[in-house]
């Protein structure tokens, strides 16, 4: 595909066409398809300039359809889990759509991730595409227009725009789900070798249903402290009760300055093969820690077998639970203001 082109991605069983996107700026080129405002294919060069594509995907609609596992996709209304898919605000209790046993997981059983967004706007470095959720939907009060652009800047930088305005107040927090392995996503291997580094000195443990307790847990002494880079696999196998209640890592981490109205350093992922370096910065307060623990032989691009953990998602977000805890961080937004999240995954090399 030319970038700044559109093509057919293929039609859901339910009939719904889905579009793909080309997009391409410096070293880097990606592709975006309208199902879930996903990102399908992001190629970066490796250390001896071999260009691979570094994110977990699909060839084709169906399997996003049949298997969904977030892959690449724009998660909301709300980002990982509501306790017991409900919530109050402003003296009223909402009752939302439940897709995680007794909780709300990424913004209910019909998403974002599961809809097809509307194309605004196609440049060759960039795509912005919107969804309009009505009032109610999925349980969530007002309706609420939201936007996600994609955008390369020239600098082998993917920056990732998440806007949306309400008409009644109502609660918002979006995030992309790429699954990242920086030794390729066909190579067949997990990822942890790759090292990595989160900038946070506190994580929010869970309880057996992966919902925050509240508290606000130190890393130090823990195999939660990344604050120092190191391999992802050094301690994920310790006795350690957050991690066998997660199969791994799935957390959110308690960012330093994070909340900022200008993105800040947030992590770096480093895989030693390949020497790619993917360094993340946001504007959002947390950040979750996915290690693929559920990815069990997915066949995905290339009919290649994802292995368990072959993939890593780091997902800034609003704090999971958010709008029942109030020592969190707000996720509220009102009429007339604009709710706004950028993230920028940039990519080098060693």
């Known amino acids: 595909m030319k970038p700044g082109s559109i093509e057919s991605f293929g039609v859901t069983p339910d009939g719904r066409a889905v579009a793909a996107i080309e997009i391409a700026a410096g070293d880097l ?75 709300t997981l990424h913004g209910g059983a019909v998403g974002f991730d599961k809809v097809v967004w509307r194309i605004e706007s196609v440049e060759p470095d960039r795509v912005t595409l919107s969804y309009a959720s009505p009032d109610g939907d999925q349980g969530f009060p007002g309706a609420l227009d939201a936007r996600a652009t994609y955008a390369l ?11 949306a305005r309400t008409d009644r107040p109502t609660v918002v927090s979006m995030t992309n789900h790429c699954y990242f392995n920086l030794e390729g996503a066909q190579c067949g291997k997990d990822i942890l070798t790759h090292r990595l580094m989160i900038d946070a000195d506190a994580y929010t443990p869970v309880d057996g ?115 029942n805890r109030a020592n969190f961080p707000s996720a509220r937004l009102d009429p007339g203001q604009t709710y706004r999240h950028v993230s920028i995954y940039r990519f080098w090399v060693r």
């Open 29 to 103: 080129s990606a592709r975006v398809i309208t199902l879930g405002a996903s990102v399908q294919s992001l190629l970066a060069p490796d250390a001896r300039g071999a260009v691979d594509d570094v994110v977990l995907g699909h060839d084709d609609v169906a399997p996003y359809v049949e298997a969904p596992l977030y892959l690449g996709a724009t998660i909301g209304r709300f980002a990982n889990r509501i306790a017991n898919g409900r919530f109050a605000l402003d003296g009223c209790t909402y009752e939302l759509v439940k897709s995680d046993g007794p909780n």
């Open 153 to 163: 800047d020239g600098q082998n930088q993917l920056v990732a725009t998440f806007e």
């Open 209 to 323: 249903a992966l919902v925050p307790t509240g508290e606000l847990r130190p890393v130090a002494g823990t195999p939660f402290d990344f604050r120092e880079a190191r391999a992802i696999g050094e301690e994920i196998e310790a006795r350690d009760a957050q991690l066998r209640i997660a199969r791994g890592y799935d957390h959110n981490f308690v960012l330093r300055g994070g909340g900022a109205t200008a993105p800040k350093f947030a992590a770096r992922l480093e895989a030693p093969k390949s020497g790619r370096v993917l360094d993340l910065l946001t504007t959002a307060p947390g950040l979750q820690l996915y290690s693929g623990n559920f990815l069990d032989r997915l066949i995905g691009k290339g009919r290649v077998a994802y292995p368990f953990r072959g993939g890593l998602c780091l997902e800034p977000q609003a704090f999971p639970d958010a709008p």
